[in-house]
């Protein structure tokens, strides 16, 4: 390109816009456009709250902690739930049915390789996971009860939550969606990704980055809590719970442990009281239950016991 080529390209268009479409007056020559281009598209331009990499910058997480905080609480707010049951469990504890069919397959690979220990180990596993899918039916009729009082007019403010994953949290939502009622899903971000399950309504399914803010949002509508066996994520929540409680910073609530076999050899309340790291008082904040009706019952007399008007 000649010089008087390059000249003409970088004079003003008629209507006082540069080629490039920035605006032209002040721009004598052709590097000045370049290095305003290189302005307008550098990160330090961008609008704080178009930009992404600050956004997601670890000096801006006091803003993002605000953010997600904020976002649930309108979103909860806007759908009417006021008054949340919380149901947490394993992840790994399936339906009955196919429960029935990873115990078939295993129950096959380990008859046709007797010497295998590895396969005898996976075969007593898949027996357990047969036994325990039958927490999947409670929760899942336990839900059911829940939606179905919501449905009905009896309790319209009470929506079961969970952390939308799979497994009992799975049950639960699924239990709530049969009885044609909406259901909450508080979803988390991990490493190793975890979709939400597909019964949770889709516009009340949130998705967190921290845990903390999920935490927060369980409790601050939960009317009860109730536990079904579980891992360390179901001990975090239970015992949270029961510290936020037993230390005064929540009005109690219902806790029912759902299992008591189960949760009596996980959890040893009396070896703590007979240790002297809880009082005697504190074997009553929860209770066990065995079946969905106990589980519903339990919670409407508790209810009835404190005048509270969720159970009127």
Not at 85 to 114: D, H, K, M, Y
Not at 229 to 245: K, R
């Amino acid at each position: 390109m000649s010089a008087s080529d390059e000249e003409r390209n970088s004079r003003p268009e008629p209507d006082g816009r540069a080629p490039s479409g920035l605006p032209a007056p002040h721009i004598p020559d052709l590097a000045a456009a370049k290095r305003l281009q290189a302005i307008l598209s550098s990160p330090s331009y961008r609008k704080a709250d178009e930009d992404v990499h600050f956004l997601a910058s670890a000096e801006a997480r006091g803003p993002r902690l605000d953010l997600e905080y904020l976002k649930a609480e309108l979103l909860l707010r806007r759908h009417g739930v006021t008054d949340t049951i919380v149901v947490f469990g394993s992840t790994r504890i399936v339906e009955p049915a196919l429960a029935e069919s990873r115990l078939a397959e295993s129950q096959a690979l380990a008859t046709a390789n007797p010497e295998d220990a590895t396969l005898a180990r996976r075969l007593a596993a898949a027996k357990r996971a047969r036994e325990n899918s039958r927490y999947y039916q409670i929760a899942r009729e336990f839900g059911g009860l829940v939606g179905a009082a919501r449905e009905s007019g009896d309790q319209p403010r009470l929506a079961i939550v969970t952390g939308g994953g799979p497994g009992i949290m799975e049950a639960a939502n699924r239990g709530a969606f049969e009885a044609g009622a909406e259901t909450v899903g508080l979803n988390i971000t991990l490493p190793h990704e975890q979709l939400p399950n597909s019964y949770v309504t889709p516009s009340l399914c949130l998705r967190f980055r921290y845990f903390a803010l999920r935490k927060l949002h369980f409790m601050l509508r939960a009317r009860a809590l109730v536990a079904f066996p579980g891992g360390f994520g179901t001990f975090d929540e239970l015992f949270e719970t029961l510290t936020l409680v037993q230390t005064g910073k929540v009005k109690p609530i219902p806790i029912i442990l759902v299992g008591e076999n189960y949760w009596r050899r996980a959890f040893d309340v009396d070896f703590l009281v007979e240790e002297g790291v809880i009082d005697a008082q504190d074997r009553h904040l929860f209770r066990y239950a065995e079946s969905a009706p106990d589980i519903w019952a339990e919670i409407r007399r508790w209810g009835e016991r404190k005048e509270d008007l969720l159970f009127e």
